[in-house]
C-alpha cells in the first residue's frame, strides 16, 4: 500500500492543474481581449512606430527528452524494489515535462512589430494595435484601414 501513495499524490496534483470554464463564463476572453467571434471597424491611422515583438520559435523534442532522462536517473535513487521503479517512471515523466517548459521557454525569438494608433469612425475613439510586422507592410498616418477582432486579438488591416 505505502508504494502507491507517491503515485497517487502525483495523480492527485496532476489532476488539481487542470481547470475548466465556469458554465456562465465566456471561454476566450482575457482581459481587455474578445470573445470567439469576428468584428471589424474603419478606422485612420493617427500615429505609429516601430517595435520588438517575442514570438514562439520552434522546439523540438531535446528539452522534453533530456528532462525525462534527468528525471528518472534523479527517480531511479529513491526508494527499493516496486517504490524504486515507481520513482523512476514518475521522475522520467515530471522530468520529461518540466524539459519541456524550460525549452519552451527558451525558444523566444524576437521579430519586428508595429504599434498602429487608429481612430475609429465609428465613435472616435483612439486604439492602439501591436503586431507582427508582415514582409513590406507599409501603413502611413492618414491611411484608412479596418480593424479585425477575433479570437482575443485585434489586428489593422489597410483597406
Known amino acids: 500500500m505505502k508504494k502507491y501513495i507517491p503515485l497517487a499524490m502525483f495523480i492527485f496534483v496532476a489532476s488539481a492543474c487542470t481547470t475548466s470554464p465556469a458554465q456562465n463564463e465566456p471561454r476566450n476572453v482575457r482581459a481587455g481581449g474578445f470573445q470567439d467571434q469576428q468584428n471589424a471597424e474603419v478606422g485612420d491611422i493617427q500615429d505609429m512606430r516601430r517595435t520588438t515583438l517575442q514570438k514562439q520559435g520552434r522546439t523540438g523534442a531535446t528539452g522534453a527528452v533530456v528532462g525525462a532522462v534527468t528525471g528518472a536517473a534523479l527517480g531511479n535513487q529513491i526508494g527499493k524494489g516496486n517504490g524504486k521503479k515507481v520513482s523512476t517512471v514518475l521522475g522520467g515523466v515530471v522530468g520529461g515535462v518540466v524539459g519541456n517548459a524550460v525549452a519552451e521557454q527558451n525558444s523566444m525569438v524576437n521579430v519586428p512589430g508595429l504599434e498602429i ?35 482575443n486579438m485585434a489586428q489593422v488591416l489597410p483597406l
Open 117 to 151: 494608433v487608429v481612430r475609429l469612425r465609428s465613435n472616435g475613439s483612439l486604439i492602439t494595435v501591436t503586431q507582427e510586422q508582415q514582409g513590406r507592410d507599409s501603413y502611413y498616418i492618414g491611411q484608412p484601414v479596418r480593424v479585425i477582432y477575433t479570437q
